[in-house]
């Protein structure tokens, strides 16, 4: 069973720019969730879908990051304008509907955000 | 105040000895508990869920004082395949909090 896929690896951008980041859930998982971590931190949390529902955005920085999840599969993160503080690497996670509290969350490879 | 604190480290050990990570969790609502691995630009993966009544799992074990609001993850006979990142990683609701990492390094 293919692992969370995540589009681009990496990304260099210049600050004011846009871009947009790609995540493929496990087929099946409903959970999807988006986490950043930046240089020198702890991986911290940015938004958790349910299906096609944003069902937390309590982690998002700024109005300059949107998610969506059209549709219910794939999610996309936009950053726009990026700023020099959005490098870091960006994390998707996904998971089963489920209530269990120790119900797994699967990550994906990341992408490396670059903000020059 | 972090949700999760844990010991950055580095934890240099040589092969066959006991290594020993712990991390604190400040909300008491927290529902549950994980240790995750993490090697070098790759992604974080699962190592071990952390019970209340304790668990093990080779030569892994893994405590969980929920009082003192206290996890604690032990590694036995250590192996050069064990140098990562150990992340302490908490559960409230359905997001995860991450401590920001342990890392060890198993040396020969």
């Known amino acids: 069973e293919a692992g969370v896929t995540q589009f681009p690896s990496h990304s260099v951008i210049e600050k004011g720019q846009t871009v947009t980041l790609r995540c493929d859930p496990i087929s099946g998982h409903d959970n999807l969730y988006w986490y950043r971590r930046v240089m020198g931190k702890e991986i911290k949390f940015l938004l958790h879908f349910v299906k096609e529902s944003k069902q937390d955005e309590s982690g998002m920085p700024n109005n300059r990051f949107l998610a969506e999840r059209t549709g219910g599969t794939y999610s996309t993160l936009k950053v726009q304008p990026a700023e020099l503080e959005d490098s870091g690497v960006y994390f998707c996670?996904?998971?089963?509907?489920?209530?269990?509290?120790?119900?797994?969350?699967?990550f994906g490879p990341g992408t490396r955000l670059t903000v020059l | 105040r972090k949700e999760v604190e844990q010991d950055p480290g580095p934890f240099n050990v040589p092969e066959g000895a006991t290594v020993a990570f712990n991390c604190t969790y400040s909300n008491s609502a927290s529902q549950s508990f994980f240790w995750y691995r993490q090697d070098c630009r790759k992604e974080p993966k699962l190592l071990m869920s952390?019970?209340?009544s304790g668990n093990e799992d080779g030569r892994f074990t893994a405590q969980l004082n929920r009082a003192s609001q206290y996890i604690s993850l032990l590694i036995r006979d250590s192996k050069l395949s064990d140098s990562a990142t150990y992340l302490c990683?908490?559960?409230?609701?359905?997001?995860?909090?991450f401590g920001t990492g342990t890392r060890l390094t198993v040396i020969p």
């Open positions: 952390v019970y209340s």
């Open positions: 990683v908490v559960r409230k609701a359905n997001n995860l909090f």
């Open positions: 996670a996904s998971s089963h509907l489920g209530v269990d509290f120790y119900n797994e969350q699967f």
